[in-house]
């Protein structure tokens, strides 16, 4: 499907149960809704969509459901929120006051959006409950051909007595090739965290400059990779290389200063096992276990934690979301610019 009729597509069925906008420049469409703040559509050089988008996502819309697709905001940890029964890791659920929240778009041109809303979740460990506002400024800062860089500024401020991560995940497609590779830039000797339970060596190298993670919607698995075993203290990246068609590459990429520094400010922990240590960065991959009839995969940002002063809560962050397509060796090219990556191992 060629960029313009998926986009127009996509964006009547956002405008029929709530409010799109379409930032534009050159050959560069980015969709956003209003409802979930999400931005749902990564449009270049009329290519399909670099975002997954469920395809039922007129069913998600019209049932108040969360699996939309796209790049979307959350918090962490997930144990507190997500989980009726926090201490087993059973009855998983999304709190509607997280996604979608009640949000309003406040302000949009064709280069930025902004949005504001109300967030709220109880926390099902300290049986507290968190209730506050978000915002979320979305920027299309630079772009031409075959590339655009998103600047994307996260914003909490609430009521709660611990902290919290903001917890940006991104929803990417299934590779034209069957399966997609996640590359996450680390020191030598990096260890890996697996949040669900052992990853199969067939899906996760650990090289001497990064960790490669296979996405193919066929195993469930989470990867995380703790800040310590990033290059640099708050600085974080991860990438998501595919193809779209059969001459054609993709890559998507978040990375950010606002990373957290140690274990103190990760707060997400392992289903596994509680007592590994917790990432900063993460990846999943879907599978018919959990979701039988869809296949995705998420790249991950978990942000510095908010702040906490008598009992209120406050976090501003931001990080870049960063395209490229073309052909497989300008895109590692980029890659290895971009991220310092060297002959990344892909699946």
Same mark, same amino acid.
């Given at each position: 499907?060629?960029d313009?009729?998926e986009?127009?597509k996509?964006l ?10 379409v ?16 931005v749902l559509?990564?449009?270049?050089d ?8 469920n ?47 009640d ?6 041109d ?17 049986e ?6 978000a ?15 998103l ?5 909490i ?9 903001p ?8 590779s034209? +090739?069957? @399966?997609?590779?996640?590359? %996450?830039?680390?020191?030598?000797? /990096?260890?890996? $965290?697996h949040?669900?339970g052992? !990853? *199969?060596?067939?899906r ?9 993670f ?5 195993y469930?698995?989470k ?13 974080? +990246?991860? @990438?998501?290389?595919?193809? %779209?068609?059969?001459r054609?590459w /993709?890559s998507l $990429?978040?990375?950010?200063?606002? !990373? *957290?520094?140690s274990?103190?400010d ?17 990846s999943y ?27 209120? $809560?406050f ?11 073309g ?8 890659l ?7 002959r990344?191992?892909?699946?």
């Amino acid at each position: 499907m060629s960029d313009g009729s998926e986009l127009d597509k996509l964006l009547e069925l956002v405008n029929a149960y709530s409010r799109g906008v379409v930032l534009e420049d050159g050959g560069c469409r980015v969709l956003i809704s209003e409802r979930g703040a999400r931005v749902l559509g990564l449009f270049l050089d009329s290519k399909p969509n670099l975002l997954w988008v469920n395809p039922k996502v007129e069913k998600i819309f019209s049932e108040g459901g969360w699996n939309l697709g796209g790049l979307r905001l959350w918090i962490s940890p997930e144990r507190n929120f997500f989980y009726k029964k926090p201490e087993t890791f059973d009855e998983w659920f999304c709190p509607e006051g997280i996604d979608p929240g009640d949000y309003r778009l406040t302000r949009a041109d064709s280069k930025a959006v902004f949005l504001e809303g109300r967030i709220s979740a109880y926390d099902h460990i300290l049986e507290a409950q968190l209730s506050g506002y978000a915002y979320r400024e979305i920027r299309l800062l630079e772009s031409d051909k075959g590339y655009l860089r998103l600047r994307i500024r996260e914003g909490i401020i609430g009521e709660y007595p611990a902290r919290v991560n903001p917890w940006v995940l991104a929803q990417v497609p299934m590779s034209y +090739a069957g @399966a997609g590779t996640v590359i %996450i830039p680390t020191k030598k000797n /990096a260890e890996p $965290i697996h949040y669900f339970g052992e !990853i *199969p060596k067939d899906r996760l190298r650990v090289l001497a400059n990064h960790i490669s993670f296979k996405i193919d919607g066929e195993y469930v698995s989470k990867l995380g990779v703790k800040p310590e075993d990033l290059r640099e203290p708050g600085l974080g +990246a991860i @990438a998501y290389l595919f193809r %779209i068609d059969k001459r054609t590459w /993709a890559s998507l $990429i978040l990375k950010s200063q606002n !990373i *957290p520094l140690s274990q103190e400010d990760c707060l997400d922990v392992a289903k596994a096992d509680p007592n590994l240590p917790r990432a900063a960065i993460q990846s999943y991959n879907s599978g018919p276990e959990a979701f039988p009839d869809i296949k995705f995969g998420e790249i991950e940002l978990q942000l510095a934690p908010t702040i906490n002063i008598s009992g209120r $809560i406050f976090a501003s962050a931001e990080y870049d979301v960063i395209a490229f397509i073309g052909r497989k060796n300008m895109i590692l090219n980029k890659l290895r610019r971009t991220l310092n990556v060297a002959r990344p191992k892909l699946y």
